[in-house]
């Protein structure tokens, strides 16, 4: 085994590729996400709005 993955492993579990509802950070990276994606469609909406104005 490689060293990297020995000293990754323990950071890294093959559990923590799930979401796991009792973690914050996973909460944290979820808001963060759909914050992007909300921010994201309301801008395009927003230029759409100005282009069809012009």
Known sequence: ???FHQT???YLPMS???FDPARLDHW???LCVSA???WGLW???QWQQYRDRR
């Open 1 to 3: 085994m490689s060293s």
């Open 8 to 10: 990754n492993s323990r």
């Open 16 to 18: 923590a590729t799930a």
């Open 28 to 30: 944290l990276l979820l």
């Open 36 to 38: 992007v994606a909300v």
């Open 43 to 45: 801008q395009c909406w």
